[in-house]
């Protein structure tokens, strides 16, 4: 995840910061926790692989016709839910599929609240009327993210193979607001949808979203099956991310905050861009960047949980390649503190010789090797070079 919004506007972030790292850790606040240098993982939790809609991109190929057959009963979510609190895991984000059609999440949300987890939700927002936006707010979660693949109806309801998708998701940002809940835009960003990213953040601005979260397409689920039609090319990706940061370079931080997945990479431009600019917090952003210890979080800062207890090290990686095991046969504890465990290690090897134009890059420190599970989609080789990846120049003081 590159933050952008707080390495732009950093001053005092990096102090604030490491005064949480001397904390337990309990109580770093949800924007620190990416650079607090806790290894207690941030929880991706699809709860189900049911969804009203098909997006043609979807990582989990979700569908209204998906069997749930197999999924984690109430009973085993709650005593997941006991185990991660035990484990002392800041954050569960429920995902799906969408995950409003399962119909015991207000349940399990409530239950992470009373066990001192923090809960996000990330929803097609389509499903979120009045009564369960306030629902989303008793239940103790904290923020919503809404995804918006384009400014125009034309484009988003293309995306979501639904007809009136962009309206109803557009209404949910009311609803939530209404009810107090904090919620923020995420995009996909491909070549359909790649020249509406300015008026998306328009958009995002007059809706109020308080975070505007650009995703790059990964290879994985149908995102596999349209990747080579849909994937930016390097230029349009730089473009992108000049746009992104002269955008957040104007946004007060306080209304509304900027940031990229799926591509550790992206904190190279990031670094450029300020160092030409003559930025003040670039020393501040640098230090927060290298506080990551090698870009991606997979495996450490960030774990996956499927419908059926199946744990990986992100939500892309989905695979059985990448599979570190099953919840019903051991607790999610043991399985995430067991060094032997040859997936987590694999991700958690940050000194690995990387092959391709990633074996010899100088922002390796940095980035990590970019997304493993795009390199490995690639070459069939976990530490194969990420495609993805269109950094140049020399490396930044």
């Given at each position: 995840?590159?933050r952008i919004t707080q390495c732009l506007h950093g001053r005092g972030t990096v102090s604030a910061i490491m005064?949480?790292?001397?904390?337990?850790?309990?109580?770093?606040?949800?924007?620190?926790?990416?650079?607090?240098?806790?290894?207690?993982?941030?929880?991706?939790?699809?709860?189900?692989?049911?969804?009203?809609?098909?997006?043609?991109?979807?990582?989990?190929?979700?569908?209204?016709?998906?069997?749930?057959?197999?999924?984690?009963?109430?009973?085993?979510?709650?005593?997941?839910?006991?185990d991660l609190s035990g484990l002392r895991v800041p954050l569960i984000l429920f995902s799906g599929g969408e995950?409003?059609?399962?119909?015991?999440?207000?349940?399990?949300?409530?239950?992470?609240?009373?066990?001192?987890?923090?809960?996000?939700?990330?929803?097609?927002?389509?499903?979120?009327?009045?009564?369960?936006?306030?629902?989303?707010?008793?239940?103790?979660?904290?923020?919503?993210?809404?995804?918006?693949?384009?400014?125009?109806?034309?484009?988003?309801?293309?995306?979501?193979?639904?007809?009136?998708?962009?309206?109803?998701?557009?209404?949910?940002?009311?609803?939530?607001?209404?009810?107090?809940?904090?919620?923020?835009?995420?995009?996909?960003?491909?070549?359909?949808?790649?020249?509406?990213?300015?008026?998306?953040?328009?958009?995002?601005?007059?809706?109020?979203?308080?975070?505007?979260?650009?995703?790059?397409?990964?290879?994985?689920?149908?995102?596999?099956?349209?990747?080579?039609?849909?994937?930016?090319?390097?230029?349009?990706?730089?473009?992108?991310?000049?746009?992104?940061?002269?955008?957040?370079?104007?946004?007060?931080?306080?209304?509304?905050?900027?940031?990229?997945?799926?591509?550790?990479?992206?904190?190279?431009?990031?670094?450029?861009?300020?160092?030409?600019?003559?930025?003040?917090?670039?020393?501040?952003?640098?230090?927060?960047?290298?506080?990551?210890?090698?870009?991606?979080?997979?495996?450490?800062?960030?774990?996956?949980?499927?419908?059926?207890?199946?744990?990986?090290?992100?939500?892309?990686?989905?695979?059985?390649?990448?599979?570190?095991?099953?919840?019903?046969?051991?607790?999610?504890?043991?399985?995430?503190?067991?060094?032997?465990?040859?997936?987590?290690?694999?991700?958690?090897?940050?000194?690995?010789?990387?092959?391709?134009?990633?074996?010899?890059?100088?922002?390796?420190?940095?980035?990590?090797?970019?997304?493993?599970?795009?390199?490995?989609?690639?070459?069939?080789?976990?530490?194969?070079?990420?495609?993805?990846?269109?950094?140049?120049?020399?490396?930044?003081?």
């Amino acid at each position: 995840m590159n933050r952008i919004t707080q390495c732009l506007h950093g001053r005092g972030t990096v102090s604030a910061i490491m005064h949480h790292r001397r904390d337990t850790g309990d109580a770093v606040p949800g924007r620190y926790l990416a650079f607090s240098g806790m290894r207690r993982p941030v929880v991706f939790w699809n709860l189900t692989d049911c969804c009203n809609l098909a997006c043609e991109h979807c990582y989990s190929r979700s569908d209204p016709g998906r069997n749930t057959t197999g999924e984690l009963s109430t009973p085993e979510a709650l005593s997941l839910i006991d185990d991660l609190s035990g484990l002392r895991v800041p954050l569960i984000l429920f995902s799906g599929g969408e995950p409003l059609l399962r119909p015991d999440i207000m349940d399990l949300a409530g239950y992470a609240d009373k066990r001192g987890i923090k809960v996000a939700l990330s929803t097609n927002g389509t499903l979120i009327d009045p009564a369960i936006a306030r629902r989303i707010r008793e239940s103790g979660i904290e923020y919503v993210g809404i995804s918006l693949d384009g400014a125009t109806a034309a484009t988003h309801d293309r995306f979501r193979n639904s007809p009136g998708a962009f309206e109803r998701s557009l209404a949910a940002f009311g609803h939530c607001q209404e009810a107090g809940v904090r919620c923020g835009v995420r995009v996909t960003l491909t070549r359909e949808n790649k020249d509406e990213l300015g008026d998306l953040i328009d958009l995002a601005v007059k809706i109020g979203a308080s975070r505007f979260c650009v995703y790059w397409l990964v290879p994985s689920g149908r995102g596999r099956e349209v990747y080579d039609r849909l994937q930016l090319t390097g230029s349009e990706v730089t473009d992108a991310l000049g746009l992104l940061y002269r955008r957040a370079k104007e946004t007060d931080p306080v209304s509304m905050e900027f940031l990229t997945v799926d591509a550790p990479q992206d904190c190279i431009h990031l670094l450029e861009s300020m160092e030409r600019d003559g930025s003040p917090d670039l020393a501040d952003a640098r230090d927060l960047l290298k506080s990551l210890r090698g870009g991606c979080s997979a495996g450490s800062r960030v774990a996956n949980i499927d419908p059926c207890g199946n744990v990986y090290p992100c939500q892309f990686a989905r695979t059985p390649d990448f599979l570190v095991g099953n919840i019903r046969k051991r607790p999610f504890s043991q399985l995430w503190a067991d060094a032997s465990n040859p997936v987590l290690a694999l991700f958690r090897n940050k000194g690995a010789r990387f092959g391709g134009r990633c074996g010899d890059c100088s922002y390796r420190d940095l980035c990590g090797g970019g997304c493993r599970v795009r390199g490995h989609a690639a070459s069939g080789d976990f530490l194969g070079e990420d495609p993805f990846c269109f950094v140049h120049g020399a490396r930044i003081p």
